[in-house]
């Protein structure tokens, strides 16, 4: 039988101590700098509540023997997001250089179906045209009223979206325009717009390609 768990919310839409992690999960998914952690037993849990995260967020706890307990940033996977959810949409870039002319686009991540592409854009890299891949598919999926998950292989553009802001080398001139124009758009959509949507990192190593690779490696 499985031990029972006790999920603190610190920071959420409804803060608390959950016992599932679907119900932690509702609090905290797309919400932004959502705080929150897995413990082992009712008292520790209610103790870590009243303390507040500043006490535990990011620090091991004691019965752990030094390892941290399981603690979930609300943009990442999670440590149970351990299979693909095909009832999703994944995103990849294509590009000639880096930099260099880009383009992405999503896919059903079931079928395989392009579901919208954008580009070729004349300069830009490759997390920037990830980061405005996973953005044009938060904003489709709000438009649908859709909570499915978002895969990106790019973990740089996935931190940019939960931070809504891009840290890049890329200068702002008369050759990259357009893709900086479109940077700041999508920066302004996440400040002004919510999800609840899991935005989660296609894991590579364990399933291959993501769907919507171009194929061009």
Known sequence: MAKQKYYVVWTGRKPGIYTNWEDCKAQT???N?????????????????????QQYWGKANKQSKGKPESQYDS????????????????????????????EYQGVDTRTGKVIFSYGPIGKGTNNLGEFLAIVHALAYLQKLGSNKTVYSDSE????????????TTLKRDASTEEIWR?????????????????????NTKKWGEIKADYGRK
């Open 29 to 31: 998914d797309g919400f």
């Open 33 to 53: 700098q959502a705080k929150f952690k897995v413990f082992t037993s009712r008292e520790q849990a209610q103790k870590a509540y009243r303390e507040g995260w």
């Open 75 to 102: 943009n990442l996977s999670s440590p149970y997001e351990t299979d693909i959810d095909y009832d999703s949409i994944s995103v990849d870039v294509g590009t000639h250089g880096n930099p260099g002319p880009v």
């Open 156 to 167: 740089n553009a996935i931190k940019w979206v939960k931070r809504k802001a891009v840290s």
């Open 182 to 202: 479109l940077i700041d758009r999508a920066v302004y959509w996440l400040k002004n717009n919510s999800y609840r949507n899991k935005v989660l990192k296609w």
